[in-house]
């Protein structure tokens, strides 16, 4: 999972297994989250999204889990493919009800790693 | 096809020089955002703005400026008085009468002091 630090947590994964990336995010306020990937030297790109008052959303190959108990979200990639080797991001709508200018706080990244 | 472009890709700079990172979308976004990020790290805002003419400071604005003249423009400039400029800068917008939406990101700027 993220945390704090220079050296990000990494994931190897062999073609066809699933992955999981952890995020423990920080405040209980938080209203929204969204999990971005990011391929080495461009923009993080939008994976998914889930409000707090969901615990579950999937889209295609993937599904984000919110447990707001423990302040845990996960992201889950079904059968995964070489192309989905990236940096993967959480993060969190510090605002109440999704304020409109959408401040959001980062988390460290994972590094997921598919072999072939 | 609507989207954010971010100039230049590269960049290099001599200490002690300002250098303006360029910033454009056509997604009639009203909301803007500069983040800095560093190797190994997550994303840090610098500014963003909500509307033409207002911007506000984010967690790590020294050193930095930004203006809002234009809808799809948002300019982030990085002055002398930033210590360590060298990072890759991301800008982003975001719709703002949707709640609860993500932000698009560009492809951003890869910054260097000689």
């Known amino acids: 999972g993220e945390s704090v630090g220079l050296h990000l947590p990494t994931l190897s994964v062999q073609e066809g297994d699933n992955s999981i990336i952890n995020c423990a995010y920080s405040?209980?306020?938080?209203?929204?989250f969204i999990w971005y990937k990011q391929e080495s030297g461009k923009g993080p790109q939008f994976i998914i999204d889930i409000r707090s008052n969901m615990d579950k959303r999937q889209g295609q190959r993937v599904t984000v889990l919110l447990n707001k108990t423990v302040k845990h979200l996960s992201l889950q990639i079904a059968a995964t493919q070489p192309g989905d080797s990236a940096v993967y991001f959480c993060a969190e709508n510090m605002g109440a009800g999704g304020t409109s200018y959408g401040k959001l706080t980062f988390g460290q990244g994972t590094i997921l790693t598919v072999h072939p | 096809d609507g989207g954010i472009t971010q100039s230049p890709k590269y960049l290099f700079r001599k200490e002690g020089q300002n250098v303006t990172l360029s910033c454009e979308q056509n997604l009639n976004h009203d909301a803007m955002y500069w983040y800095r990020q560093d190797p190994g790290q997550g994303l840090r805002l610098i500014y963003y703005?909500?509307?033409?003419?207002?911007?506000q400071k984010g967690d790590i604005a020294e050193g930095y400026s930004v203006s809002r003249e234009k809808k799809e423009s948002f300019p982030l400039t990085v002055t002398s008085a930033q210590k360590n400029p060298t990072a890759f800068y991301l800008c982003a917008s975001k719709e703002v009468l949707a709640n609860y939406n993500e932000q698009f990101f560009g492809p951003g700027t890869r910054l260097t002091v000689l």
């Open positions: 703005s909500q509307i033409v003419n207002d911007f």
């Open positions: 405040n209980s306020a938080s209203d929204y």
